[in-house]
């Protein structure tokens, strides 16, 4: 993590922004020893938001490929043969 001097982040803000953002956060020092932490916030966004698919499926088809996963999923806990 970054630990820079009030001076030196109030030159070059755009780039302690950058580093904040790449390190998770930066340490700022003023003159009389007081250190703040510069950390980027959280976006509670999902990063898919505003992303859409368009899937073609046949009727059924979802559902039946669920179907088959559960039974798959069961007969590995059970310890049932595969057919």
């Not at 899937?55 to 798959?72: N, T, W």
Request: a neutral charge.
């Amino acid at each position: 993590m970054l630990v820079t001097t009030y001076s030196e982040a109030r030159k070059t803000f755009a780039a302690m922004l950058d580093r904040a953002r790449a390190d998770g956060a930066v340490l700022i020092k003023r003159a009389d020893g007081t250190l703040f932490r510069l950390s980027p916030e959280r976006s509670p966004l999902s990063p898919f938001d505003g992303v859409e698919t368009t899937v073609q499926l046949p009727p059924g088809a979802l559902a039946s490929a669920l179907a088959q996963a559960k039974e798959d999923a069961a007969s590995r806990l059970i310890g049932t043969p595969e057919c």
